[in-house]
């Protein structure tokens, strides 16, 4: 069964540019959440998609979104780049929503804005 | 609000040796859960222990075991037999009862020396 994959897995942008991010979550998840990774901050919640449902937002500004597909893909957009979204952007998959206790993370994307 | 300390950020263990990271939480909920992380350098977060806050006993994975001090609001992670391949990040992660978000700690990284 393969894993959660997350595409690409570096990424250099310029500021003030848009990005888009991938996530395929493992077969038959429905729940995709991200993550923002970053030395300052640590990890800090994004948001949480479930059956093509924003179901839950972290406290990040409306330059990051995301979508989710019927197949359970979910994508993240970041307009606008600054230089302080340099992070690492994991994506978590599970099976459910209202319970991620079982969740698998990916090998995130690498974003440098430079 | 949710919030995890970690206090140690780094610490390093002789190969064999046992070594114990902290984590200490604080909320209101009375029903949640409790996790242990760990994020080599291949960048994945890896689930190494999970402890669902109403079981008294404590949760134990092979060499990996916790103490989970419910009314100390405490939640210490024992590595028994320390291997190499157990250098790592350790992230201290809580999430409440059907909760889809995960609140991290800043981290632990630890080094085990051959």
């Known amino acids: 069964k393969a894993g959660v994959t997350q595409t690409p897995r570096y990424l250099i942008k310029t500021r003030g540019q848009q990005v888009t991010l991938s996530c395929s979550p493992i077969?038959?998840?429905?729940?995709v959440s991200w993550y923002q990774q970053t030395p300052g901050q640590g990890l800090q919640f994004l948001f949480e998609?479930?059956?093509?449902?924003?179901?839950n937002k972290g406290n990040f500004p409306g330059r990051f979104s995301g979508r989710q597909f019927s197949n359970s893909r979910s994508e993240m957009n970041v307009s606008t780049l600054e230089l302080g979204d340099s992070a690492l952007y994991l994506c978590?998959?599970?099976?459910?929503?209202?319970?991620?206790?079982?969740?698998?993370f990916g090998q995130g994307t690498r974003l440098t804005v430079v | 609000a949710q919030t995890v300390t970690q206090s140690q950020p780094e610490m390093s263990v002789q190969e064999a040796e046992t070594v114990t990271l902290s984590c200490t939480y604080d909320?209101?909920?009375?029903?949640?859960?409790l996790f242990w992380y760990k994020q080599p350098p291949s960048r994945q977060m890896i689930l190494v222990i999970r402890?669902?806050?109403?079981?008294?006993q404590n949760a134990t994975e092979n060499r990996f075991s916790v103490n989970f001090q419910k009314a100390a609001k405490s939640f210490s992670l024992k590595i028994s037999d320390s291997q190499l391949g157990d250098t790592a990040m350790y992230f201290c992660?809580?999430?409440?009862?059907?909760?889809?978000?995960?609140?991290f700690g800043t981290g632990t990284s630890l080094t085990v020396i051959p």
């Open positions: 978590a998959s599970s099976p459910r929503a209202g319970e991620n206790t079982e969740a698998f």
């Open positions: 077969s038959g998840h429905r729940s």
């Open positions: 998609y479930f059956s093509e449902t924003q179901r």
């Open positions: 909320t209101s909920e009375n029903n949640y859960y």
């Open positions: 402890q669902e806050a109403y079981k008294q």
């Open positions: 992660a809580f999430m409440k009862h059907g909760g889809n978000q995960f609140y």
